[in-house]
């Protein structure tokens, strides 16, 4: 449903394309249509949820497109992720693709079909020809992975007539935003309610999600492993991202947000994604990085480690008021506490920490009042949140349903306190500036309390440094 990609691929560089090889293009080709295709294992669980749509809006028609291709310079787009909302609710991750659900409940994926070798779009279109970008699957091939019945995009205009009411996933993909008259308040409550279908997770989601952690702990092992070699560079951080971004693309489908490789004070650079500065062996890294699977699942870890395998005094100092936070966060997971519980128990830790170090002045019940809040100068963010097919999952909730709700069974969540003592901060003890750690794990809620799912990585600073020595000398 973008511009035609005939106007979107003519390039000046482009040669002509005579009569007779056009002739020769369109013959001579050996029917590649599969057979052997099975429907996706995921397929079983996509339909529930349709279902768990459309009967949360009964008798309207509900539009859910995949979003389009994006241009990152000139004719070269960035790799196509679709949007999490559509590959929920079909399993296919193709761009300009749309979901539509008709008021009976009955669902149709309208896509692309391939390029027929009768005529050129399958060499001549540079941006969906299947000698530039590879083969997709045909109507039929597509009915029998996703289980849902599958249409030519072309008749998505007669899908979207009619006077049936129609709420629009508006904002990803601006041609069907264009071919349905908005309802604002309507298309709000869809994108709300997407979002909030997500925040418990079924068995299929959390084995995805399992999967994406353990490849994510073996990335990190990659990391350790790398940094002998990572301080010789200029560029020690770059060589830490690209070395995780190996083990992503091994296991997965890529990282599921930008690699944080923050060595020494970049590390009190909350989403520091530069990467380009070096490795020192009397530094720590702050390693924040996440495996997302071919099914778009991501994983969300972050450890702080010594370069040289050993915590200074100070650094384990700072490193051991964090790791006590987040012990202390994780103690409180159970069903039916509140989701802010967590945080301010990890930030009840830090604070008394703080005020035991002499930075904080005031009483630790005097910071912890919301009219205070002066220990958010060292450490600003929160200490968590949901975790799924985004890294900041369920962004769309309601407050009262998310950050004002209660925890659930099924619910997999980050816990991740952290201290950023900046390095030109002169409220703080010279010694202490320039020192940011953030410990951070996956968790699922369980029926008795939570699992920890990022548990294949040490989190005390002594085993931290014992996994670190067995790695090295490995």
Known sequence: MTESPKKLNENSYDLPVSEALADFMAQGWADTRRADVERQPVSVY??????????????????????????????????FRAHSAFAYLTGHQEPDDVLVIDPSGTATLFIRPRSPRTTGDFY????????????????EEAERLYQIECADIERLPVALGGTAPTRVLRGVDPVVDARVPRAAEADAELAVFLSEMRMIKDEWEVAELQHAVDATVRGFEDVVRSLPQAVRLPRGERHVEGVFALRARQEGNDVGYDTIAAGGAHACVLHWIDNDGPLRESDMLLLDAGVETDNLYTADVTRTIPVSGRFTSLQRQVYELVYEAQSAAIAVLRPGVRFLDFHETAMRVIVEGLHEWGVLKISADQAMDPANGLYRRYTLCGSGHMLGMDVHDCAKARVETYTGGVLEAGQVLTVEPGLYLQPDDLTLPEELRGIGVRIEDDLVITEDGARLMSAGLPRHPDEVESWMRTLLDG
Not at 124 to 139: I, K, Q
């Open 124 to 139: 001549r279109d540079r941006r969906y020809g299947e000698f530039w970008v590879g083969r997709r699957p045909d109507l």
């Open 46 to 79: 996509t339909a529930k949820r349709r279902a768990v749509l459309a009967s949360r809006f009964p008798g309207e028609r509900l539009v859910v497109p995949s979003g389009g291709l994006k241009v990152r310079s000139n004719d070269c787009d960035y790799r």
